[in-house]
RNA sequence: GUCCCGGUCGUCUAGUCCGGUCUAGGACACUAGAUUUUCAUUCUGGUAACAGGGGUUCAAUUCCCCUACGGGAUACCA
């Protein structure tokens, strides 16, 4: 039998960091088992649906580079991938369940049912859910009279489709992760399987699509762990039992704080929680994504590989296809890990310093433009290697390279202070000639001419540095003065130095 | 409340399954120093962890139990 994984998403919302580990590790496991992957829509749940969700779904694993054999965006043998397009299909798989009495309609309103739990609660009963013990006292057809509830349908009263859970049965499944899980049937509820809306809940809908589809692999976030003997009695009521595919709960992701990381409890931290920028038209919020805050794809499919897996030893830079080569479930973890910032920075630099020249070059080039610097390929090419080790983020070569687009039109008092000095002019001044005199301009040629006249004057490199770099950027920080002479060119590097000379006294 | 899942440095983790080689390794962060014309990079060093209590055993971070703690689920949400 083929291997046959889906990553499933609710259009609730933009994907979020969390959904795009599970879509990772599934990718990873489906590339090694060499099987197939869906991209299924689960969008039951009409009041929470949230327009442009789904294209940002697609949008994001397309970033990644996470590729579907079959899905919403690709088609494939099982369309429509969207169950919205699908609900026929469950009411009539819900009807099939009524009539082999694995399920029932019940009629009870929201009221009711909170008064139930409201009473159970009041008496001291733990397990307050709709159950082979309370369904007997609500309105249901179990309760109800045949022919009240034949009325009661054709009068078209609002009724759910809920699972008849055994009353004393064992349920047990095997987790990939966890390993051996058992249940008491008492512990589950009879939840809803069809809402009134005549749309399925995650539940039914689920694994009817997963046993269409042939799906034999079900990796999820451990928020499902609870619901799974439901999904086995449903398996069980159908008669799919033989071909119930395996199932994998991963550890959630989580906060600094130690809890889920939600949306909020994100933000409260500074952590973005969306691939890219997301405007809430809701609440006119506006969330910052990963992408348009300049991560690279691949910095951040590392740093999350490793929320929750590792292969062992002590390597800890990876390419996906080596990922592909190591990933196993039985080494994704139990417990939750913490989204941790700095760590992710870190895979950020690190492979932004493997982008070659023109690589980084185009991806300041946006940056650039937008802070209204009109430059050459060359140019941008020619700073690349000036400052891909002083940024974690390409857009920062305009913030921490200014002076690399303009000339310096302040200098930086304290620097200043301790470096222009009437000395610091004269020398200057002395070393001007010998630039303008040099035919042949590198950073190289520029050194040579350098290590010469201090030589000739015989004063400390610092005399002539210090100053040299303050007419050039106005800073104290920045790449090296001859790197930056031979970028600028000579025209440039001499206006500047002149420019310092003319305008800024001697400290 | 109830059910379920967890537990190694601040964080991500290796080691635990098959108990001794663990005076517990790596990475990030922090920190000290070296290199360096500035900044950054790079290099070297340092601080820092087996939740607690029982049990099994010659020996427990590793196996078992309990407690406390954390998390998830308890919806006509996924």
């Known amino acids: 039998m083929k291997p046959v994984l889906r990553y499933a998403p609710s259009p609730t919302g933009p994907q979020h960091i969390g959904g795009l580990?599970?879509?990772?590790?599934?990718?990873?496991?489906?590339?090694?088992?060499?099987?197939?992957?869906?991209?299924?829509?689960?969008?039951?749940?009409?009041?929470?649906?949230?327009?442009g969700a789904e294209e940002f779904i697609v949008r994001a694993v397309e970033w990644l580079d996470i590729q579907f054999t079959q899905g919403v965006h690709v088609g494939g043998p099982h369309a429509p991938y969207r169950q919205s397009e699908r609900s026929a299909l469950y009411q009539g798989y819900a009807k099939q369940l009524v009539e082999a009495g694995h399920a029932y309609y019940a009629f009870d309103t929201s009221e009711e049912l909170e008064e139930m739990r409201a009473k159970l609660e009041a008496s001291g009963i733990d397990n307050r859910g709709y159950n082979y013990i309370t369904?007997?006292?609500?309105?249901?057809?179990?309760?109800?009279?045949a022919e009240e509830v034949a009325r009661l349908v054709a009068a078209g009263t609002n009724c759910v489709v809920r699972l008849k859970v055994p009353a004393k049965a064992d349920i047990r499944f095997h987790d990939e992760i966890r390993?051996?899980?058992?249940?008491?049937?008492?512990?589950?509820?009879?939840?809803?399987?069809?809402?009134?809306?005549?749309?399925?809940?995650?539940?039914?809908?689920?694994?009817?699509?997963?046993?269409?589809?042939?799906?034999?692999?079900?990796?999820?976030?451990?928020?499902?762990?609870?619901?799974?003997?439901?999904?086995?009695?449903?398996y069980d009521a159908f008669g799919w039992r033989d071909t119930m595919p395996k199932f994998a709960h991963l550890a959630l992701l989580l906060g600094p704080n130690g809890q889920?990381?939600?949306?909020?409890?994100?933000?409260?931290?500074?952590?973005?929680?969306?691939?890219?920028?997301?405007?809430?038209?809701?609440?006119?919020?506006i969330w910052k994504g990963y992408k348009d805050l300049g991560y690279l794809p691949e910095a951040l499919l590392n740093y999350i590989v490793f929320l929750g897996w590792h292969p062992g030893g002590e390597n800890e830079i990876f390419s996906?296809?080596?990922?592909?080569?190591?990933?196993?479930?039985?080494?994704?973890?139990?417990?939750?890990?913490?989204?941790?910032?700095?760590?992710?920075?870190s895979f950020q630099e690190h492979y932004l310093r493997l982008k070659s020249d023109a690589e980084?070059?185009?991806?300041?080039?946006?940056?650039?433009?937008?802070?209204?610097?009109?430059?050459?390929?060359?140019?941008?090419?020619?700073?690349?290697p000036l400052m891909r080790e002083r940024i974690s983020f390409a857009h920062e070569v305009v913030e921490k390279g200014k002076f690399l687009f303009e000339a310096p039109t302040t200098y930086d008092a304290a620097f200043a202070s301790k470096n222009w000095k009437q000395q610091s002019i004269e020398l200057l001044t002395a070393f001007m000639p010998g630039l303008e005199a040099l035919t042949t301009w590198t950073t190289q040629s520029v050194h040579d001419?350098?290590?010469?006249?201090?030589?000739?004057?015989?004063?400390?490199?610092?005399?002539?540095?210090?100053?040299?770099?303050?007419?050039?950027?106005?800073?104290?920080?920045?790449?090296?003065?001859?790197?930056?002479?031979?970028?600028?060119?000579?025209?440039?590097t001499l206006r500047r130095i002149q420019t310092a000379l003319d305008h800024l006294p001697a400290q």
């Open 21 to 51: 580990r599970t879509a990772l590790y599934c990718y990873l496991l489906t590339q090694k088992l060499d099987g197939e992957f869906i991209l299924r829509i689960e969008d039951t749940d009409q009041g929470r649906f949230v327009p």
């Open 135 to 145: 369904r007997m006292s609500m309105r249901n057809s179990l309760t109800l009279p």
């Open 179 to 234: 390993g051996a899980q058992h249940w008491h049937s008492s512990n589950v509820d009879d939840r809803v399987l069809l809402k009134s809306d005549g749309l399925p809940t995650y539940h039914l809908a689920n694994v009817i699509d997963d046993h269409l589809m042939g799906v034999t692999h079900v990796v999820r976030g451990e928020e499902w762990l609870s619901s799974t003997p439901t999904h086995v009695l449903l």
């Open 260 to 285: 889920k990381l939600s949306k909020r409890n994100a933000d409260k931290f500074g952590i973005p929680i969306f691939p890219f920028d997301w405007f809430d038209e809701a609440s006119g919020e």
């Open 320 to 345: 996906v296809a080596e990922m592909v080569e190591l990933f196993s479930l039985e080494r994704c973890h139990h417990a939750g890990a913490q989204f941790d910032m700095a760590k992710l920075k």
């Open 360 to 384: 980084l070059a185009e991806m300041m080039r946006p940056s650039v433009a937008a802070a209204g610097y009109d430059v050459s390929d060359a140019y941008l090419q020619a700073l690349a």
């Open 449 to 492: 001419l350098f290590h010469v006249f201090v030589a000739e004057q015989a004063v400390g490199f610092g005399k002539v540095m210090a100053p040299l770099r303050l007419a050039l950027t106005g800073v104290a920080a920045g790449p090296g003065c001859f790197e930056m002479a031979e970028a600028f060119g000579k025209v440039e």
